[in-house]
């Protein structure tokens, strides 16, 4: 009871001060800190944190289908705990795709169906969704379309899932397409290629459950972008940051109401507002190095994290031009490459950049730093320059190309507004002063037309629609900002701001969601639903 007490006092206190004072009863310390540019709060190691720079990076194998025939990759994914070695010395158990973290690698061509068979022996139920995925709805991986564990499930007595207590219990007794076992999610891959990933979206429960290691990689290949001379092959990587705290023994620590993520949904109150690790992992390695030549490489930075948002940079800079050229975002290549002297990143945000390492002479060390970080969480991950080698990639001053959504044939505009509020007398996020609720569309769009979407906030939300990408129009009074170029499916909403989007949906007609993808707010019900038609 007196953690339902202190969240309903907490949430009348703003900032790092009202915070930590909270925090300091759970006898955590570090709390408050660490907050610039988040709506978030730090959850310190209680082991020892890992010297940086001391191992290299993993790079998440490419899987193999089990079976290609004239129109269809298959695959099957096992779900299932395993322990992996991510602190020297020390085991961490994990939720695990091929008992992986990240998981296995998929890659597809565009226009070439893709079929997943996901197998759950996890002790928890799982949803899978495609991220970035212009999927059948049936497919999209619905919060209630639950896939239970093959060995069976009862959320206990007196506890169904999302019954009533906690800020994000929005299901009480409703299901959806509920499956035992194992499903098998298909995607058709009419779509242009880019970097998607996938990842868990169990109704109250993304949470807890992508920071256990519910990611991986999904990436989606077309001749455009393999008719440019990109750096590909070895020199293009994937690269998945995120944050973790750890427990002394080694397993990952998160304020979870309820640590077998049966029936309680949400984090202890200190944690509302979104739960920031002090180790960043890039693909599941502390603070990994990467040798690399003095070349062109293409990085696919996705920021994996359930809340924290980084400005990344190097160090020391290339010395002439920008450290970073963009060629992508969320929803594939750029129409032109964009000088970065940093990149923000919210979370579920993904940048394709090429960084030129033959500016840096061999021998140099460059460190990818993180400047909204402070001690630990400034820095991500190390490049060793090795040797000079022959180079003959290139970045075209075109890209691709890119249909501009005119705002001006947009047949409506909807306001979305993310901020604190009432879920069901207790205190959570909401869309539009209300909760989530599945079985509710807030909104019919026709498919093929044009809407704005004005999305309004009242901290720090990354706001992520389902189906289709959508183009920025405007932030608050201005034009796009420099991280909105391209087909985005992820947009970083700031304190008071509000983004109007350009959006279309296509193909798919039936419920989808939008949401915010920090984490711990979607799982206390900021998401809401709307309905193609
Ligand atoms: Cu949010």
């Given at each position: 009871m007196s953690t339902r007490l202190s969240r309903r006092g907490f949430l009348g206190l703003v900032g790092a001060a009202g915070a930590a004072g909270v925090a300091g009863s759970f006898g955590?310390?570090?709390?408050?800190?660490?907050?610039?540019?988040?709506?978030a709060q730090l959850l310190t190691s209680l082991t020892p944190r890992p010297r940086p720079y001391a191992v290299p990076l993993p790079v998440p194998a490419v899987k193999e289908p089990l079976l290609r025939d004239a129109t269809t990759d298959y695959y099957e994914i096992v779900q299932r705990v395993a322990d992996v070695e991510i602190l020297p010395g020390l085991k961490t158990p994990i939720l695990g795709?091929?008992?992986?973290?990240?998981g296995p690698t998929l890659v597809s061509r565009s226009g070439r169906r893709t079929v997943v068979r996901h197998r759950n022996t996890l002790p928890v139920p799982t949803v899978v969704h495609l991220h970035g995925g212009h999927t059948p709805s049936d497919h999209d991986?619905?919060?209630?379309?639950l896939v239970l564990p093959v060995g069976g499930w009862n959320p206990?007595?007196?506890?169904?899932?999302?019954?009533?207590?906690?800020?994000?219990?929005?299901?009480?007794?409703m299901t959806g397409d509920v499956r035992r076992g194992e499903r098998d999610y298909a995607y058709?891959?009419?779509?242009?290629a880019a970097t998607l990933w996938y990842h868990d979206h169990r109704m109250d429960f993304t949470g807890a459950q992508v920071y256990r290691g519910l990611a991986g990689f999904h990436l989606v290949h077309d001749d455009e972008e393999q008719a440019l001379p990109l750096p590909s092959g070895e020199r293009d990587v994937p690269l998945m940051i995120c944050d973790r705290a750890f427990e002394e023994n080694g397993a990952f620590r998160y304020p979870a109401l309820d640590r077998e993520l049966r029936s309680t949904p949400g984090v202890t109150s200190a944690y509302m507002e979104g739960v920031l690790g002090d180790v960043i992992l890039v693909n599941g390695a502390p603070w990994p190095v990467l040798e690399v030549a003095a070349a062109r490489y293409r990085f696919r930075i996705l920021?994996?994290?359930n809340a924290r948002r980084y400005r990344l940079a190097l160090d020391?800079?290339?010395?002439?031009?920008?450290?970073f050229v963009q060629i992508g975002g969320d929803g594939g290549l750029l129409e032109h490459p964009e000088g970065q002297d940093t990149i923000v990143a919210a979370p579920a945000e993904r940048f394709d950049v090429v960084v030129d390492f033959s500016a840096y002479k061999p021998g140099t060390v460059v460190t990818m730093v993180n400047?909204?970080?402070?001690?630990?969480?400034a820095r991500v991950m190390r490049f060793r320059v090795t040797h000079r080698v022959k180079d003959d990639t290139a970045i075209p001053s075109t890209l691709g190309r890119i249909e501009k959504l005119d705002?001006?044939?947009?047949?409506r505009t909807r306001e979305w507004r993310f901020a604190r509020g009432d879920v069901h007398g207790e205190k959570g996020w909401t869309i539009n002063g209300r909760p989530f609720d599945?079985?509710?569309?807030d909104a019919r769009p026709r498919l093929g037309d044009i809407e704005i979407w004005r999305f309004q906030a009242d901290l720090h939300h990354p706001v992520h629609v389902h189906l289709d990408p959508f183009q920025v129009v405007r932030r608050g009074n201005g034009?796009?900002?420099?991280?909105?170029?391209?087909?985005?499916?992820t947009v970083d909403l700031r304190p008071t701001e509000y983004v109007d989007v350009a959006v279309r949906f296509t193909d798919y007609r039936g419920p989808y969601l939008l949401h915010c993808h920090n984490l711990e707010h979607e799982d206390m019900a900021m998401m809401a639903a709307f309905a193609t038609t």
């Open positions: 955590l310390t570090g709390c408050g800190r660490d907050t610039t540019g988040q709506t795709y091929d008992g992986m973290f990240p991986g619905y919060p209630i379309d206990g007595a007196g506890h169904g899932h999302g019954a009533g207590h906690g800020a994000g219990s929005t299901t009480g007794s058709p891959f009419h779509q242009r920021n994996a994290s020391p800079g290339p010395g002439e031009g920008t450290p400047q909204l970080g402070s001690g630990p969480t705002p001006a044939k947009a047949v599945p079985r509710r569309m034009g796009p900002g420099r991280f909105d170029a391209g087909w985005k499916d």
